[in-house]
């Protein structure tokens, strides 16, 4: 997802979330996987590039967690941020980072796999990790996540509020629920397919409303949208709009109704009615890629997939003001070890 900025719940989001398709260019490998590898610095000096800013209490604030462990742990980093809404300074960033200062160039979301797929092999001694998109080169690690996964238990946890009144006091019983999406591309639509799986699992009469901002910026269109939702019946919407979801956080505040995060844990923006947030461990990847690296076992031409069976994906209950009874919280590990286990095939839009 990929770019928010929040200043408590009055927020301006000025980065631009974008996710990617995983393109099946490049093989697929899990976490642990090892092979041949350029290498073995025990702390690598690594940049981030960032097509946005950071201060968006999501994706790219998460990637930039991962920057700080690594700094934490020996590495000399860089976060090098952008324009939201300027490819050409993407690019300069980008080219300006593979001059050979750096050791492991990291960069994300399907708006640089282009501009990366074009300076990859202009700088072939240069190493790369891009996270949340594929790029088929051989100096380029690429990392995805299963959002339609982590979606699924977003989608369970939904439709367990919509079907127990009683149990959240800001429920209507409407048997409605919402996604807020910030553009109709592939990547969100396996949030939307594993959010709609999701609430059927539980009661398929569910009805899921889904709308898209446009962008991942906007975040009064996105209030706009949840509000129209909220009118509709709708009981919780998840947003899936990076920055302009941030607005979809706000009106659930404001139209007293209950919204599910996404990316970084954002329960604590609208306390009280923010009941999960469906996280994608990017930093955690990010590190570990990084390490894999030090290690000479990070393999280069390939792709890691993180999901819930190695913890790449998670829904966090945590400070969101105790609203979601453990019950509740119990039936989603349920769903959650049911598809870990292959009791449950989470349908995907790639």
């Not at 976060?79 to 960033?93: E, G, H, L, T, Y």
């Amino acid at each position: 997802m990929n770019k928010r900025l929040v200043s408590g719940l009055a927020v301006a989001a000025v980065a631009a979330l974008s996710l990617t398709a995983c393109s099946g260019s490049a093989k697929t490998t899990s976490p642990a996987a090892t092979g041949s590898s350029t290498g073995g610095a025990s702390h690598p000096s690594v940049a981030n590039v960032v097509n946005g800013a950071l201060g968006d209490q999501g994706f790219f604030d998460d990637a930039a967690r991962g920057m700080a462990a690594l700094k934490d742990a020996g590495s000399n980093t860089l976060n090098i941020q952008a324009d939201a809404n300027n490819p050409a300074q993407w690019k300069a960033n980008l080219e300006s980072a593979s001059d050979g200062k750096w050791d492991v160039v990291v960069t994300g979301t399907s708006q640089m796999v282009d501009i990366l797929t074009a300076v990859a092999p202009k700088y072939p001694k240069q190493h790369y990790v891009i996270y949340d998109s594929v790029v088929a080169q051989p100096n380029v690690a690429s990392i995805v996540y299963k959002q339609n996964e982590g979606s699924f238990l977003a989608g369970v946890l939904a439709a367990q509020v919509t079907t127990n009144k009683s149990q959240f006091p800001l429920a209507g019983g409407t048997k409605k629920v919402g996604l807020v999406g910030g553009m109709d591309i592939p990547v969100i639509n396996d949030f939307v397919d594993g959010f709609k799986s999701g609430a059927a699992a539980v009661d398929p009469s569910i009805q899921v409303l889904v709308s898209y901002v446009g962008n991942f910026t906007d975040s009064n269109k996105g209030f706009d949208q949840a509000t129209a939702m909220f009118k509709q019946g709708a009981d919780v919407v998840f947003q899936v709009a990076g920055g302009a979801g941030i607005g979809v956080l706000k009106a659930a505040a404001e139209s007293k109704r209950y919204a599910i995060g996404v990316d970084s844990n954002q329960n604590a923006l609208a306390s009280g009615n923010v009941l999960a947030s469906m996280e994608k461990n990017i930093g955690v990847s990010l590190k570990s890629a990084v390490d894999a690296y030090a290690g000479s076992k990070l393999e280069f031409g390939k792709t890691t997939s993180y999901g819930l069976a190695n913890d790449g994906v998670k829904l966090d209950f945590e400070n969101n003001g105790a609203i979601v009874p453990q019950a509740i919280q119990d039936q989603v590990k349920t769903f959650a070890k049911k598809v870990i286990d292959g009791q449950i095939t989470v349908p995907t839009a790639f």
